[in-house]
């Protein structure tokens, strides 16, 4: 499998913080990534801001075993993603198969959820920090498998850092040039 091959499986649900979706959506895709916008519940949902987004795919189409990554995106609807349950499941079956898991946001109390961040080094947005007292201030951490973000404002950020892990600095650096990005604190 090349590097490119490599496929990620991002969640989709109402309440979704948009920015946290698209940003680093568009970004693995330009890299050339293989997104799929899997669905928790409806073909189509609405996001925190009233912008609706169309799934790829419902997620029990889906075969989860197939993806390489698992992308999570943050927002108010996180709270009814963890009540339903399916995304800590999902995450604890990517860390277990040692694969990639990345949550911005709120999304990392899924990850809290799955019993992952037990001796992590992970970030998450301000308004967890009561359920994730361990949480640090770095717009991105990446601590083995795992990547996590604080938020909209540096979903960019995550977005290549992420392409910089699953694939190398160089695409991430490439990708960025082309957005131009300009980072005092990322591919300098």
Do not use: Y
Request: glycine share 8%; aromatic share 4%.
């Amino acid at each position: 499998m090349s590097l490119t091959d490599q496929r990620v499986l991002c969640l989709l649900f109402d309440g979704v913080e948009e920015l946290e979706l698209v940003a680093p959506v568009d970004l693995l895709r330009r890299a050339g990534l293989h997104v799929t916008l899997a669905s928790l519940s409806t073909p189509t949902v609405i996001g925190r801001n009233g912008i609706a987004i169309a799934a790829d795919a419902l997620i029990d189409a889906l075969d989860i075993s197939t993806f390489d990554v698992l992308l999570i995106p943050g927002g108010p609807g996180i709270a009814a993603v963890r009540a339903e349950g399916r995304a800590a499941s999902f995450a604890a079956e990517f860390a277990e198969h040692g694969k990639w898991i990345a949550a911005i946001c709120a999304a990392p109390l899924v990850l809290h959820d799955a019993k992952l961040l037990e001796g992590k080094n992970f970030c998450a947005h301000g308004s967890t920090h009561e359920l994730l007292p361990n949480s640090n201030s770095q717009a991105v951490v990446i601590d083995g498998r795992m990547v996590t973000s604080m938020g909209a404002g540096t979903a960019i950020e995550f977005g290549l850092a992420l392409i910089e892990q699953l694939l190398d600095q160089d695409a991430a650096a490439e990708v960025a040039r082309a957005i131009h990005w300009q980072s005092p604190n990322f591919l300098t």
